[in-house]
């Protein structure tokens, strides 16, 4: 469920790094 979190993060703001972190 990794890249369905970066996707709705990236959607929501271009500061993914913070979830990805």
């Known amino acids: 469920m990794d890249f ?3 996707s709705l993060t ?3 703001k271009p500061a ?3 979830f990805q972190s």
Do not use: E, G, R
């Open 16 to 18: 993914n790094l913070s």
């Open 10 to 12: 990236l959607q929501f």
């Open 4 to 6: 369905l979190a970066s």
